[in-house]
């Protein structure tokens, strides 16, 4: 298992709600792909949203996002944090 | 106070070692502009940082990290997070 962080562009204007009710699509469907999405903030003015996860590779971070609806633009390994 | 996403790019190869450097000299000015730095995040491949702060501006946020010597490239407000 490692760390991800995995960014969304295009989302300018989204909501609290918005942003709650995708993080729930994600967790509906992580366990199949032994994903957990831990974390997420949402820039609606640049359209930005960050999410941080614990998974078994980036592709798999990727699966459940595309599963939910919402395919990530980038998909970083983060093994260094603090 | 605010929650803040910055970026930095440009930082490929960068070590856990020196994410904790870079982190530590932020938080050795951060008081002065009422910032606080809470967590940080490194993809040494495609040399990428993240960091979470807390802060009255995003101005604050980029004159904490000038004044430590590596300001960053991107820093958005998230004013929605989980």
Do not use: N
């Not at 295009?10 to 967790?27: N, S």
């Not at 971070?61 to 983060?78: F, L």
């Amino acid at each position: 298992m490692a760390q991800y962080m995995d960014v969304h562009h295009g989302m300018k204007g989204i909501t609290a709600d918005q942003l709650m009710a995708a993080h729930k699509a994600d967790l509906a469907v992580e366990k199949d792909e032994g994903v957990h999405f831990e974390r997420a903030w949402a820039d609606p003015e640049s359209g930005t949203v960050y999410c941080l996860s614990e998974a078994p590779s980036p592709e798999a971070v990727q699966r459940v996002h595309e599963r939910a609806g919402h395919r990530a633009d980038e998909v970083h390994a983060v093994p260094y944090s603090i």
